[in-house]
């Protein structure tokens, strides 16, 4: 189906052991018992308490693109800038299809956005994907409050893609100390991206190449 939906990717503890003196009103005499000692540290048969082991923290699904979760997706390419470039999608068996044409003259991005609420990213530190690509280089933007002129930064990077399986799909990462700020793709002076203000998500192509792309998306997490 169109995008009629998606258009609107030990503690160890130590003893500390006091040696006790006995005091006799006559002394210790040669014929008294040796002092009794508390166990060393070292030596103690006790068992050391062990260390807490941490709960290591799980991924947030953003969206696996099932008919209850399209999300609020839609797409900007790059007519905002006087661009031709033309980019669009489908969600077919909950796997978004981003497809189109990028024309590098007077522009050369498209990309398919998903609004946040604003607390998806807290306490994340980078994205993973399932992807099926093809030779093209792919890219994610992300926008929190930080604005530069009067306008949203975008933070951008490109995607580092793992091996592919038999099928085709492989999984895609981007850490969020890779992201670069920029307004309409020019660089700016912005502070690192914050995930706990996270308003937009996206998925761009602009490798400076003319031609037909094509992008599957099976799901989107936010990983720790």
């Known amino acids: 189906m169109r995008m009629n939906r998606l258009l609107r990717s030990a503690n160890v503890m130590v003893m500390l052991v006091a040696l006790t003196s006995i005091a006799a009103s006559g002394g210790v005499s ?14 103690s ?17 953003l969206t696996d693109f099932t008919a209850e979760d399209t999300g609020q997706w839609f797409v900007v390419n790059d007519g905002v800038m006087g661009g031709r470039s033309d980019g669009g999608g489908f969600i077919d068996e909950s796997v978004l299809r981003f497809e189109g044409s990028v024309v590098t003259a007077g522009g050369g991005f498209t990309s398919a956005r998903l609004r ?4 998806e990213l807290v306490d994340s530190t980078r994205i993973e994907m399932r992807v099926r690509p093809d030779d093209r280089r792919y890219g994610v933007t992300l926008e929190d409050a930080a604005e530069y002129r009067g306008r949203l930064v975008s933070h951008r990077a490109d995607f580092d893609i793992g091996p592919v399986d038999s099928d085709g799909w492989a999984i895609a990462a981007v850490d969020y100390d890779q992201l670069v700020p920029s307004v309409f793709g020019i660089l ?11 308003r ?21 997490d936010a990983c720790p």
């Open 188 to 198: 700016v002076d912005a502070p690192p991206f914050d995930p706990a203000t996270a």
């Open 45 to 61: 048969d006790q068992p050391a308490t062990p260390s807490p082991v941490a709960e290591p923290r799980e991924c947030h699904r």
């Open 116 to 119: 946040l609420e604003g607390d």
């Open 200 to 220: 937009e998500f996206g998925i761009i192509i602009a490798d400076g190449i003319d031609g037909d792309f094509v992008l599957d998306i099976d799901w989107i």
């Open 30 to 43: 040669a014929q008294s018992p040796a002092p009794a000692t508390a166990p060393d540290a070292e030596t």
